[in-house]
């Protein structure tokens, strides 16, 4: 191993930030960046936050992508990592960062306050992934979609030599990967988990946002694991939602199978209720039709109220199983839920059909609390 390899085998790690165009919305994101000092090569992911949880998954990520733990690691005084800044390079580092990197076994060092050239190297690197990777502005649909994009680029700044050195990148990197620490075999637990209480509106705030969970569960208490892209609710050891986690503040994740059963009770709420409203922009045409017809045929109240019974086909069918046998009912006319389950019967295996008779009637809460939502935003 060269001198250079000896004194270079660690990474320097920063947060930037970027623009996306996202499922048609332009949006900021944080990407971090960490960068071998030795051989120069990247790596990138983009996130919607830079919360703690973020940090300790950006790390996870790229000690896979090395192949292996770089022994120190250079940062800028970043929260997720730093309680208190001390005097010269002394600090109180946070409780689950001293557990990082207790469990990777790598060592943190810190630039000096208001010293950030400290770790110049990333900085440029934060320029130059901005200036080559993200310009134009990608377009993508997801975080994930971005993250591919991200991971390709990294694979692929390896070609070329850096300025001073005879060697690729890639060859550099492949030198010093025989001196990188081991990976555990399994990566460090990133998972929080708390309990709370069901509110009224049959939601849980997590981190300053709402989720729903079925409306029998008001009121009662449940566990909440929350990883960096979901978050998970358990009642009596049992999952009972399951939703994409929201970044920001005040936002409501809500599924409408949720509360349908206390919509069908109290069909009035239909058309107000934010969850089938927002629902309708979504869903095809074909169920307006339906709606339309049970409506004629039935009644407004009674329409509506069977129509539900439909909704609540898609808990155990998929969508389009349920969209295929409603386009084949209104071709043959039929108006009632009872018809469209049993053309779902002998469309398919019997056994894969769950009757909906006999749903608990347990707790249901006011359905004057519940109309609230239809104004939330």
């Known amino acids: 191993m060269s001198s250079n390899l000896s004194?270079?085998?660690?990474?320097?790690a920063d947060w930037g930030r970027a623009i996306a165009i996202m499922q048609?919305?332009?949006?900021?994101?944080?990407?971090f960046c960490m960068r071998s000092k030795f051989s120069a090569k990247p790596f990138i992911r983009a996130y919607p936050c830079e919360k703690q949880q973020?940090?300790?998954?950006a790390h996870v990520h790229a000690f896979n992508f090395f192949g292996g733990v770089f022994p120190a690691i250079v940062y800028d005084n970043l929260t997720s990592a730093v309680q208190k800044v001390l005097m010269g390079r002394a600090r109180i580092e946070q409780e689950g960062f001293r557990k990082l990197k207790a469990y990777y076994n790598f060592d943190a060092r810190f630039c000096n306050p208001a010293a950030a050239h400290e770790k110049g190297g990333t900085e440029g690197m934060i320029g130059y992934i901005r200036r080559n990777y993200l310009v134009p502005i990608p377009v993508v649909e997801s975080f994930e979609e971005l993250n591919e994009k991200l991971l390709n680029a990294c694979l692929r700044h390896g070609t070329h030599r850096t300025q001073g050195r005879t060697e690729s990148v890639d060859n550099l990197f492949e030198r010093e990967k025989a001196h990188l620490i081991p990976l555990p075999a399994v990566p460090i637990g990133n998972v929080y988990v708390s309990e709370t209480r069901v509110n009224k509106y049959a939601t849980v705030i997590v981190d300053k946002n709402h989720y729903s969970v079925p409306v029998?569960?008001?009121r009662l208490k449940v566990r909440v694991e929350l990883t960096i892209d979901r978050v998970d609710i358990f009642y009596d050891g049992r999952r009972i939602a399951s939703h994409a986690r929201l970044f920001g503040n005040n936002k409501w994740q809500l599924d409408p199978q949720h509360y349908l059963e206390l919509i069908r009770r109290k069909p009035g709420a239909f058309d107000s209720a934010l969850v089938i409203r927002r629902w309708r922009k979504e869903w095809p045409a074909c169920l307006e039709r339906?709606?339309?017809r049970f409506k004629e045929r039935q009644g407004d109240t009674p329409g509506?109220?069977?129509f539900i019974s439909v909704l609540m086909l898609y808990r155990d069918h998929p969508p389009e199983d349920i969209e295929a046998v409603v386009e084949l009912a209104l071709e043959n006319s039929v108006s009632t839920s009872d018809g469209i389950k049993h053309i779902l019967i002998y469309s398919g295996p019997e056994e894969q059909f769950v009757p909906l008779q006999g749903w608990p009637a347990t707790m249901i809460p006011d359905v004057a609390d519940y109309a609230q939502l239809g104004v939330v935003r």
């Open 7 to 12: 004194a270079d085998r660690r990474l320097k």
């Open 24 to 31: 048609g919305a332009r949006i900021p994101f944080h990407f």
């Open 54 to 57: 973020a940090f300790f998954d």
């Open 216 to 218: 029998s569960h008001v």
């Open 290 to 292: 339906l709606l339309a």
């Open 304 to 306: 509506i109220k069977d």
